[in-house]
Structure formats: C-alpha cells, structure tokens
C-alpha cells in the first residue's frame, strides 16, 4: 500500500529552514540549508542541527528563501536530514502550533510529545552496498552514476550519508540514493545509538522466480526445493531447516536463485483481552434516533459535537461502535480516547471483536518498540481506528472523521506534568480542525462539557435509561458518625447475602494500604515522609511506612522514636487493611484487592477483572481503579466503605469528583438480571454530592454545583492558569514568589486588571513534595485571549530569574486540580 507523506513544499530548492528544536527553549531558530539537501528536506522531518555547541534533534518547521527580516547573525548550517519523509503532515503541525500557543510550550517539546518515545536521539544515517548491489556492480549492470557511487563505498563497511552526499558535491542526490535503496542495492540505515527505537526488521528468503538449472551443491538444492511453494520465508525458519545455511544462501543469492531482503515484523502488543466474546445487538430504538443524529454530522463532513449523557450501561459504547463502522465505510478514520485501557479490558475485547486487525492501541503500558509499531501503522495509513489514552489524541491520521472521547468526565485525560494538556480539549480542537464529528460520552459529564450542551457548543444527546429497561441500583447512604464502625451492619449483611447466593461484591475505598498514617498517643508524634508534606502510609505486608508521593520507605518502628512510648496506633484504614477484616469475617471465601500494590505488573489488572468475569472472586476491594466501566452481570452489591476522601481535598472540583465517583462505583452494580444494590458510607450524609449520587441524578447536581461555580467565579464560568514555582530551596522559591506575585500586580495594574484576578501567591497544598518546596499563584479570569497573553507576559519577565535561581517555573493552562 502507497500513502502520500510528502509534507508539502515538495522538491523546493528553499536555503532556509526554520526549526523548532526539541528542547525547552520556546523560541524557534533559522538554519541555511547545505546545497546536498535542497529539495530532500521537508517540512515535518527531524533534523539535526548545531545548537550552544552541541547537535540536536530539531523538527522542520517552514522553508524559506531568505532568513526572516531582523535576524543579522550568521546563520549555521543543517548537519543531517534525519528521515525519509517528514514525521508530522501540515495539520499535525498546525494542531501542534495550537498546542504549543495555548499551553504555553516550546513548539519543539509538543512536537516531541505527539510522536512516540524513543525517537529523538541523536542518529545518523549510513550507507553501504548490498550483495545485490556488488552483483549488479560486478556484473556491471548499474549507470554510470550508480557505479561511482557503489564504487566509493564498496569495500567500506559503511560510510555516513553526509559524507557521500559532500563527496559528490550536489552530483548525486539523497533522494536518488533513497531510491537505489528500495531498488535493493544500498542499504540506508539510522545507525541507533542503542536507545533509540526503530522498526524491528527480520530477513526473509524467497526463490527469485526463473527457471533453476542444475544447483551446484546437495545443500544448495534441498534448500531451493524446501523454498519451493513456500512464498516467502524467514531466515530465522530457515536456519531451524537447515544447519548454517548462511554460506549456501549467500552464494544462492550470488548465483541469481534467490532473493534476500528485510521486512518490517510488528511487534506484538501487550495488552490482550480473552474475556468473552461480545455479540453485536441491534441498536435500540433510542440508539436508532441517536445514530441518526451523528450521521448527519458525519455526512455534513464538518466539525460536529455531541455529548452523549447516558446513564451507566445504556448503550453508549454500542454507539461508539455502531458510528465508527459508519465512518469506516465513507473511507474515513476513527480516533477512540479511553481514560485507561488496563482497567478497561471489556471495552478493548468489544473493540477487538468488532475490529480485529483494523485497530492500533497507543498507550504507555506498551514497550517502546510496542508503541513505535502502532504508531507508525497508522502513520502509513494501514489500520484506520486507534483505540488509547490521553496520549492517543496524537496519532497520526491523515482523514479523520471522527474522534470519540469515552468516560470524557475521566480526569486522567489530563497530562499532569511537562506539557499539561488535557486530551479531551485537545479532542474539540483537532476535531475542529479537520472537521471531524465529536463524541463526548459520559454517564456523569464535567461540568464544563454539559455547560457546553446548554449553551449550544455541543448537541446533547439522552440515553436516560438502562438497555432492556434495567433499573439503576437502589443507594442507601449510612452515617457514620452513629458509630457503625468499619463496616455497617447492612454492608455486612449485604456482603453475607451475596456470599449464600452465589453473587458478587465490590467494596470500594479510595486509599491504600494498611492505615493512613502512624501516630504515637503518647507524645503525638505522626510520622512524615521527610521529603514531601504528607504523612507515611503504613503497609502490613512489608511492615514498612511509605509515602505515596515519592518513593520513600522505612520499616516501621516497634516503638516511638522520640518518647520510646510502646503505644503506636495506626490511624485511618486502607484497601490492605480492608481485605484483612473482610477475609476474618467471611473465613473460606474469594477476596481480592485490585489498587496500585496489586497491579504493579503488567497485566496484573486483567487478570484480576478476568478472575472476576469467571466468577473466581466473591468479594473485590479496590480503590477507583474499581470503578471504571466495567459491564459483571454477576455483581450485585457495591459498598463504598467511606465516601469522605475525596470531599475533603482542597479543590474547587472536589464535589464534583465525589459526585462522578459514587455514581460511576455506583454503577458497577446489577447490570445483569437482578436489581443492583449499593450502600455508602459517610460522615456527611448530607452533602449534595452523596445526596444526589444516591438518586443518580445528575441534573441535580449539576444544577446546584454550576451555581457555586457562577457565585465564585469558576469554571466553566472562567478560566485558570496555575503559575508554580518549584525549587530545592526553600528560601529561594519563596522568594521568587513574592517577585512573581509583585509581577503579576504590576500587570494587573497596566491594565490586566479589568479582565484578571490574582490568587496568592501562596504555599501550594503540598508545600513540599519529592524534596521540592512548591509556591503557586493562580490567575482567574473570563477573557481567555486575556488570560493567555498574561500568563505569556509573566512567564517571559519570570523565567530568567527563576532559571538564575535554580527553580522552575511550571505553568498549568485549565489545571484540573490545583493541588
Ligand atoms: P455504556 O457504554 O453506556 O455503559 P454499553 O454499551 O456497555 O453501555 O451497554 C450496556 C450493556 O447492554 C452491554 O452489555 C451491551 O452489550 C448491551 N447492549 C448495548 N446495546 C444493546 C442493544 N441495542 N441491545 C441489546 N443489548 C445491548
Ligand atoms: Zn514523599
């Protein structure tokens, strides 16, 4: 298959290019384009380049006849091409610049980030001869030009592309020697420097196809009559065939018998699913009228946004799948965004039953190789749907015709540190873009997205009900400050009637570990991780006291370090403590936990959903890994062993993550035949995020939240840029936050002030963390070109004192927490 990958200005003679260096500089540079590589260098491709007296990868951003106006200095010279054909097409670079403009990020670092990892290393290209090629050259079959060139390098084990493009001066192109390449008499490869990821290749044999005469040798004969019929086969195969075929081979190949040369194998991706195979229902009448709807946006070939707001287990996904077909069939491709593919192996099983080979995953449980693979199928155009993370709103398509973000209330869509975008935002913009249809889907959609709905933004689109009309679980909330204890009575109950009926439980409880933290009643000591303002988790199994912050980790005392008081108490529970109480209670039965201690390896997540499919687990403590979408008929009964965790954190979102939580975990329960039943504890049964998740009513709540937010002047209702300053020394950061809050206010007074408002600066809610002492400001306001240009302003007068004094500065454009 052929695909076009010319990124644009094809064959132009430009002498300059300018170039966007993978490094956190946020300007761009201009470089003369040597005479050897006119007309081979495109915009997209990585070059190499001279920079502060090192070489660095760069990527090509635009060509030009002459270096822009304003720029005196002698301009250097390009050192290498370092691809065939440009990385990144005009509208990934165009989707790039917008990301580089509203994040505030050097363009080279985003381009860096929309291309896999591992590809950014210093490499250089070299050349050397075929054995087809010393054929061809001795047999003299090649031109004139061909036959200096194999000349020059024939005898050398290879020679750097550069030199020969130099030591022909302009008489032999890199073009040309790409083409002789594919013509099978050069070799031209990136010489790796072992770091870098590339196409993993394996040598195959295959007969050349004229008549054989009589073979020279037995050997020589067996293999070509093994050959025969065979197609094409690998050299690997081959050597299981026959002992040390090497020489026989090479001097078939000499003789003209057979062909050798190199294929690209896909490596396999990690993640598997052998859940059990999904049918394909026919769409509900409901899902008849809603596809409707998304034809049209997908017929009318231009920016089409929709949120679905259906309840959990009401079809949505059937509808993802039902619109990529669609879309497939006009010629099109489909960009899929799921906020965890480990979690989530049901939703890749339906995919993979559905798509088979058409689907690539992108996301980071994959190996490098894994992942460079993916890519760059779908960078050559052979499979149309992509199925990944947050990182996979970057895959490069070419035609796509629609973008679906699943669960888009999901907050792991933001990237939360380098370039902090968030991947559904990222979805609106490049769907706008290319005029692609977007679907937002959500049982319990972000305030901004359902903001949008109301405003006309988006189309709102309603699965209010359960397929086959199954009802919602019923919730009851307990108290728990009517010292029920751990677990109440009718957890307890519940969990008791579920093990005599042969059904499934989920306990749900946002921490890990044995007890929150160690305190000695004596002296009042707790005990802190010394590098971050948090307190030790204590874990049962290591007896060991961590911080889930950094990796710090001791064994936990006998006995307190500063009064010796023999009294240490844990305080608070975990998931590991949790799992202990439930496996005395209920002696004999299947517990699991599912948290991040018992998912470190790979695969650890599926298996345990996979155990739990089959029925092999009674009981599944978690924390919210638990609660992603996940489809077990077989569960019945969902506890939520404490809902206050995420209440109390100290942000403006924190109602309503409390509120999606409860919902989703919620949700999990009676999908199958019987009705679910869920029960959550609380110390504030009164809070509106608990009051409505137990109605599932997420109008409800959205109603009363979007008025807090208006009454404070928040998202949606206004925008937030979170200045941080992080820095080794305490003195130092502190300081250069009051000059950037002293900053800000001059700004402010130079106008800014009528669109902007200041908050702080001020300690960040982890003051300190991984040994960083960590100052923030956050900038509000309802004019987000305004916003943008402060946040601009600011940084250019801040970063060079802030670089003098050893701190960075972070910049977070729509932080999602603000912690
Ligand atoms: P959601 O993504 O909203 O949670 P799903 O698409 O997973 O909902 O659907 C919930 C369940 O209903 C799944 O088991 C799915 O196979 C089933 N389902 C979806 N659409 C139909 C349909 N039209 N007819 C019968 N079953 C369906
Ligand atoms: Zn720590």
Redesign the pocket.
């Known amino acids: 298959m052929t695909c076009d990958l010319e990124g644009g200005n094809l064959g132009s003679m430009n002498k300059v290019v300018e170039v966007a260096i993978g490094l956190p500089v946020s300007k761009t540079f201009h470089y003369l384009i040597p005479e050897e590589f006119r007309g081979s260098l495109r915009i997209g491709m990585r070059i190499l380049v001279p920079f502060k007296g090192r070489k660095v990868t760069g990527f090509a951003i635009d060509l030009l006849d002459a270096p822009p106006a304003g720029i005196e200095e002698k301009l250097r010279e390009v050192e290498d091409l370092l691809d065939e054909m440009p990385l990144i097409d005009p509208a990934m670079l165009l989707f790039c610049r917008w990301v580089a403009e509203y994040y505030v990020y050097p363009l080279g670092e985003v381009i860096k980030t929309a291309l896999p990892p591992g590809l950014h290393l210093k490499s250089e290209w070299v050349v050397s001869v075929t054995d087809r090629g010393r054929m061809a050259l001795r047999r003299g079959d090649c031109g004139p030009m061909q036959t200096r060139v194999l000349n020059e390098i024939e005898g050398r084990p290879s020679v750097p592309l550069k030199d020969l493009l130099r030591a022909f001066n302009g008489e032999v192109t890199r073009d040309r020697l790409f083409s002789w390449k594919k013509q099978g008499l050069l070799h031209v490869e990136a010489e790796l420097d072992g770091k870098e990821v590339g196409p993993k290749l394996k040598k195959v044999v295959q007969l050349s196809g004229g008549s054989i005469p009589v073979p020279p040798s037995r050997k020589k004969a067996e293999i070509l009559k093994w050959l025969e019929g065979r197609g094409k086969v690998s050299y690997s195969e081959l050597t299981r065939q026959f002992k040390s075929p090497s020489q026989a081979v090479h001097s078939l190949e000499a003789a003209g018998y057979l062909l050798i040369s190199t294929e690209e194998v896909i490596r396999n991706t990690s993640v598997q699913s052998d859940l059990k195979p999904?049918?394909k229902?026919?769409?509900?009448r409901n899902?008849q009228a809603m596809l409707g709807e998304i034809l049209k946006g997908v017929h009318s070939k231009r920016y089409s946004p929709f949120l679905i707001y259906?309840?959990?287990?009401?079809?949505?996904?059937?509808?993802?799948?039902r619109a990529i077909e669609e879309v497939l069939a006009r010629g099109k491709e489909a960009l899929v965004l799921v906020p965890e593919i480990s979690l989530t192996p049901?939703?890749l099983s339906?995919f993979k039953d559905r798509f088979g080979e058409n689907l690539a995953l992108l996301h980071s449980g994959l190996g490098r190789g894994e992942r460079y693979d993916q890519w760059r199928k779908i960078w050559k155009g052979e499979v149309p749907i992509a199925l990944g993370a947050r990182s996979a709103i970057f895959a490069p398509f070419r035609n796509l015709g629609i973008i679906i973000v699943?669960e888009e209330h999901d907050p792991s869509y933001k990237q939360e540190d380098k370039l902090k975008y968030h991947a559904r935002d990222l979805a609106v913009v490049r769907a706008k873009q290319v005029g692609a249809t977007l679907l937002l889907?959500s049982?319990t959609p972000s305030l901004e997205s359902y903001r949008n709905a109301e405003t006309g933004k988006f189309n709102l689109l309603r699965?209010p009900e359960?397929?086959?009309g199954k009802s919602l679980p019923q919730v009851e909330v307990i108290d728990l400050k009517k010292g029920e204890g751990l677990l109440s009575e009718k957890v307890r109950s519940a969990l008791q009637r579920n093990i005599e009926q042969k059904q499934q439980s989920l306990l749900f409880l946002n921490r890990r570990g044995f007890a929150n933290f160690i305190l000695c009643p004596d002296c009042g000591l707790v005990f802190k991780c010394p590098n971050c303002s948090v307190t030790l988790t204590y874990h049962f199994r290591d007896r060991s006291l961590q911080c889930h912050y950094c990796d710090y980790r001791v064994l936990a005392p006998g006995d307190c370090p500063r009064c010796e008081g023999h009294r240490l108490r844990g305080m608070g529970i975990g998931t590991e403590r949790l799992e202990q109480e439930i496996n005395s209670l209920f002696p004999g039965i299947k517990v699991e936990r599912m948290d991040r201690d018992t998912t470190r390896r790979k695969q650890a997540p599926q298996k345990i959903l996979k155990a739990l499919e089959s029925g092999q687990i009674d009981i599944l403590v978690g924390t919210q890994m638990i609660v992603k979408?996940h489809?077990f008929?077989n569960v019945t009964f969902v506890g939520v062993v404490s809902a206050d965790a995420s209440l109390h954190f100290p942000d403006f979102r924190s109602s309503e993550r409390t509120f999606q939580l409860l919902t989703q975990v919620a949700?999990r329960a009676g999908?199958g035949e019987t009705v679910g039943q869920v029960v959550i504890q609380t110390f504030n049964p009164d809070h509106y995020s608990i009051l409505r998740a137990k109605d599932h009513d997420f109008l409800g709540f959205y109603q009363e939240e979007i008025q807090f937010r208006k009454a404070l002047d928040y998202p949606p209702f206004s925008r937030l840029v979170n200045f941080r300053l992080i820095g080794n020394s305490e003195k130092k950061t502190q300081s250069l936050a009051d000059e950037m809050g002293q900053e800000g206010h001059t700004l402010l007074k130079k106008g800014y002030g009528k669109g902007i408002q200041i908050l702080g600066p001020s300690t960040a809610p982890f003051a300190k963390l991984r040994g960083k002492f960590r100052w923030q400001m956050l900038a509000k306001s309802r004019n987000s070109q305004l916003l943008h240009q402060f946040a601009r302003t600011l940084a250019a007068s801040i970063e060079g004192k802030a670089k003098r004094a050893g701190v960075s500065l972070d910049i977070d454009v729509d932080p999602i927490f603000i912690l």
């Open positions: 999904y049918p229902p026919e769409p509900t899902q259906g309840v959990t287990g009401s079809g949505k996904t059937e509808i993802y799948l049901q939703l339906r699943d889907g049982a699965l359960r397929i086959e979408g489809d008929p949700g999908r």
